[in-house]
């Protein structure tokens, strides 16, 4: 009857110190219905404050935008906010949603414009090794390559890239395709990729013998295979800048707009159709890149 009895007395204690304690935790933050962000320039200058000034108030623990005041500075591009101002890159991207749980500052974070619009020639580290493909790489000689069926070089462009492709890491091969997709001028456009197909065009005149570019004939084989690591490079960066690491990634993301702001330069013609921008073209990051990563190709090619 006793044990029964402090069974009981046990049980009730124990309800009522948990009815307590669940009673105290429950309507901590019930008070608090908003946060505030506030926006600091971290070096650039506030040219527009936002309805706020250079703070949002926004509703606890709910997903929101963020609206930061229009910020510059000179020579630098902005590429999102971070709590830490030293931060080598943004965990905080201007058109992508976030919940907060209480007042926070974020601070710009910027990267110099010519981190990403002035690279052509400079060196880039690369964690790719050609020489694990040597062999298929050799089929592109001129030797190998001159005289081939046509059916049989597709299949050699379309392994290369399977193979280009793991050497990249990247989760999907794209789609090789013959043609240039409309508004291409096939005069001077070797190859094109399309993120939102996943898909690499290739110039039907690279599957030939030889190539006219500009005014000068080159020989096709050692072009196309160039072209096809020179491609499928920019989905790795997409690949990349879709989830992004490194500061690198964050780089990539703004030269290509996927984030909604910075942006791409492309070629732009003339009216007889010639390049008129080429050099601004090839200065970007993404290109740059891309066409470094050719020379790496180029030496299995002689």
């Not at 105290?24 to 962000?37: D, E, K, L, N, R």
């Not at 070089?153 to 091969?173: F, N, Q, T």
């Not at 290739?202 to 020989?219: E, K, Q, S, T, W």
Request: include cysteine; proline fraction near 4%; charge should be positive.
């Amino acid at each position: 009857m006793n044990k029964i009895l402090k069974r009981i007395v046990t049980t009730t204690l124990f309800v009522v110190m948990f009815t307590l304690a669940f009673k105290s935790t429950t309507p901590v933050q019930a008070a608090t219905s908003t946060v505030t962000i506030t926006y600091q320039a971290n070096g650039g200058t506030v040219y527009a404050t936002g309805p706020e000034g250079t703070k949002q108030t926004v509703k606890y623990n709910t997903s929101v935008r963020l609206a930061p005041p229009s910020i510059a500075r000179n020579g630098y591009v902005l590429l999102g906010f971070d709590k830490d101002k030293n931060a080598p890159y943004p965990r905080y991207l201007l058109n992508n949603q976030y919940k907060f749980k209480s007042n926070v500052t974020l601070y710009a974070i910027w990267a110099k414009r010519s981190e990403i619009y002035d690279r052509f020639g400079d060196s880039f580290s690369y964690d790719v090794d050609f020489s694990k493909i040597a062999s298929k790489l050799e089929m592109f000689r001129v030797k190998s390559w001159i005289g081939q069926p046509e059916d049989v070089r597709i299949e050699k462009v379309k392994d290369l890239a399977a193979r280009i492709a793991r050497l990249y890491g990247l989760s999907r091969v794209p789609n090789i395709v013959k043609g240039l997709p409309e508004n291409c001028n096939p005069k001077h456009t070797l190859g094109v990729y399309k993120n939102g197909e996943n898909t690499v065009y290739i110039n039907p005149g690279l599957y030939n013998d030889v190539f006219r570019l500009g005014r000068n004939y080159v020989a096709a084989g050692p072009m196309i295979a160039k072209t096809v690591a020179h491609e499928l490079r920019h989905a790795y960066q997409y690949q990349r800048a879709r989830n992004p690491q490194c500061r690198m990634d964050f780089l990539y993301g703004y030269n290509l707009g996927i984030y909604g702001y910075g942006g791409y330069v492309k070629c732009k013609e003339d009216a007889n159709g010639d390049v008129i921008n080429y050099s601004e073209y090839q200065d970007q990051l993404v290109e740059a890149e891309a066409f470094g990563i050719e020379t790496l190709v180029d030496f299995f090619l002689k």
